[in-house]
């Protein structure tokens, strides 16, 4: 099933220059989707459109079989947990339980169940020991598990993460990539990652790579390795397509492989 489909979509922040053209892509419900391209090239306006902070110029985004609209549009953010790039952008709790409390207050979840939620995510993400800390004072990596925690306490259907690493160090990189990976996997949840993160790209399920507001391949990771060309040629430079393909092969895939070709949805 098609848990988002988004046809024909085009948007403008002045009015003027598109920054979206024509942008159309469907993900699987359960499938792990990594969007990558430039800086610039729209991926987080994609992002912000599909939780509907703002109104697309034309086309439609539908989300589990609904169709984004203005009355539609609290029930689809029902379905969404979102975490952002920066993790310092997202404390309104003084303590991690507070923090991780705050969504669950906005659902009227009752008291009684609340402080079993919070326990339970935040073991879900290795913070238990952390529930009275301050969220300021934690390392960039704690940080974002506890955003994590605050999504997953509200029990999306839809996890979107937006550059949630790109601010952290190696480490700390690593470890929300296992952890992203081990919610999918435990939760069957649908996970779109915007990222520049070659290694969770080459082991995403769908791969939607975007150039100058447009969609310009998607497919599966292997099949993107197919059009190395091509990747050369969108300049997404040649040290990424070089880690991308070094990164394929460490996953056995080289280009020499028989790949299955899927359909590609264009
Ligand atoms: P990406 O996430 O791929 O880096 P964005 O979606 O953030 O790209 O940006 C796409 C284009 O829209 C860029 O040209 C960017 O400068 C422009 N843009 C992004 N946010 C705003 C904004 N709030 N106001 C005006 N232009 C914006």
């Known amino acids: 099933m098609k848990k988002i489909e988004v046809e024909h979509l ?7 220059q598109d920054v979206l ?7 699987e419900e359960g499938s792990y989707t990594t969007i990558v391209g430039h800086n610039g090239s729209g991926k987080s306006t994609i992002a912000k459109l599909l939780i509907g902070l703002m109104e697309a110029k034309s ?4 989300v589990d079989g609904i169709k984004l609209t203005e009355k539609s549009v609290y029930d689809i953010r029902d379905k969404i947990g979102i975490v952002f790039q920066n993790p310092d952008n997202q404390f309104i709790g003084a303590t991690v339980a507070d923090d991780i409390a705050f969504g669950l207050e906005n659902h009227q979840v009752p008291q009684e169940q ?13 913070m238990s020991k952390y529930l009275n800390s301050e969220p300021t004072k934690l390392s960039g990596g704690q940080k974002q598990r506890v955003a994590i925690a605050s999504v997953l306490a509200i029990a999306p259907q839809i996890l979107i993460f937006d550059e949630s690493t790109s601010m952290l160090d190696p480490q700390g990189k690593a470890e ?9 996997q435990a939760s069957g949840m649908t996970i779109v990652s915007i990222t520049h ?19 310009v391949m998607n497919g599966t990771p292997e099949m993107i390795l197919k059009r190395e060309q091509e990747l050369v040629e969108l300049q997404l430079d040649v040290p990424f397509t070089l880690k991308f393909i070094r ?4 996953n056995g895939i080289s280009l020499k492989d028989e790949i299955k070709m899927e359909k590609v949805v264009e």
């Open 21 to 27: 053209k024509d942008v159309s892509f469907q993900i």
């Open 176 to 184: 929300i990539n296992a952890l992203i990976r081990q919610i999918h």
């Open 247 to 250: 990164e394929m092969e460490q």
């Open 197 to 215: 993160d070659i290694e969770e790209m080459a082991n995403s399920d769908h791969v939607i790579v975007m150039s100058e507001g447009q969609v």
């Open 10 to 16: 085009t948007f403008s922040y002045d009015g003027e």
């Open 59 to 62: 086309g439609t985004i539908t």
């Open 114 to 126: 609340m402080q079993r939620i919070i326990e339970r995510f935040a073991q879900q993400v290795n």
